[in-house]
């Protein structure tokens, strides 16, 4: 009997090493189309960046008279210090506070709603504003323009930072409450049970239990928001008129004149206005593509 056991385990073995060397061989063998695609991506991303930092360190007077691909022999900064001039920190501080008062709004609107709606999903009304959330989703930005436009003109709000502020807010909600509702939902139903046994509110719950374990998708929606917001150019073209009130992707128009542009110069403001956006991703890039993920895959 023994020597029968022993004889079947041998093949059965032998089958599991093979299987583990063919597994070996194939993880070996060189995906050289995907590598060729991989390179050719890196080039068309590359290229437009290398052109962007080389060509903000030229000279306009310089610039359509020499190749765009080769640095200049002598670079200047005299492109950054125009666009600072510019009021390029009055720009930057109305990008700062229309991305900060439209995120932190809108986060914490989602997150608790999405709480709402995991742990009142029996409630009619709840799942009927959970499907108003994800109509949301369906809705562009450009397909509202115009009833924005007309309620922000009643509200009175025109040409200020609030008449970007608030429908930054609306447009913000709806992906964030998708991706913390399917966050929330994932939490072991008896965590909340025995919370509530100890006699915690609803409230205690939420910001004690539920907001830790959530965290990584909190980051998500947050950096997620941020980056959509600050790059927003739609809203404060439609919604803002006096020079005071531009954000920094609008204020490039500063550097275009009536019978020609400053390429230089306006390729220095871009460079200026993507390090903080490059400086937040670097920071919160590993929670934004893990939340987006885990977010959308279950």
């Known amino acids: 009997m023994t020597t029968t056991l022993t004889e079947s385990r041998q093949p059965q073995k032998a089958t599991h090493r093979e299987r583990r060397r063919r597994t070996r061989q194939k993880a070996r063998r060189h995906n050289w189309v995907g590598g060729l695609a991989g390179w050719l991506w890196l080039v068309v991303v590359a290229v437009p960046l290398y052109w ?44 700062v506070v229309v991305t900060a ?33 994800l ?6 930005l450009q397909a509202t323009v115009i ?9 009175h709000l025109y040409d200020n930072l609030l008449a970007l502020i608030l429908p930054s807010i609306a447009f913000a909600i709806p992906l964030s409450v998708l991706v913390l509702t399917n966050f929330i939902r994932d939490v072991p139903k008896e965590l909340f049970d025995s919370m509530k046994v100890d006699g915690a509110t609803e409230w205690t719950t939420l910001w004690r239990l539920a907001a830790p374990l959530t965290r990584p998708a909190i980051l998500t929606v947050t950096i997620f928001n941020s980056l959509t917001i600050w790059n927003g150019f739609l809203l404060p073209l439609i919604l803002t008129q006096s020079p005071e009130r531009r954000t920094l992707p609008l204020a490039l128009w500063t550097f275009q004149g009536q019978y020609g542009v400053n390429v230089p110069a306006v390729l220095a403001a871009v460079v200026l206005t993507t390090l903080p956006v490059l400086v937040l991703y670097a920071f919160g890039r590993r929670q934004l593509l893990s939340g987006l993920t885990a977010g959308f895959s279950r």
Do not use: H
């Open 135 to 140: 109509m949301g989703l369906a809705i562009p």
């Open 101 to 133: 008062g439209a995120v932190v709004p809108a986060v914490l609107v989602s997150f608790m709603a999405a709480y709402a709606i995991v742990r009142g999903w029996r409630m009619r009304v709840l799942r009927a504003v959970n499907g108003l959330f």
């Open 147 to 155: 009833p924005v436009y007309l309620i922000i003109i009643r509200m």
């Open 52 to 95: 962007t930092l080389i060509t903000s360190l030229k000279v306009q007077s310089r610039y359509y008279a020499s190749n765009p691909l080769v640095p200049s022999s002598d670079p200047t900064l005299d492109n950054y210090r125009l666009v600072i001039q510019s009021d390029f920190l009055r720009y930057f501080v109305n990008s």
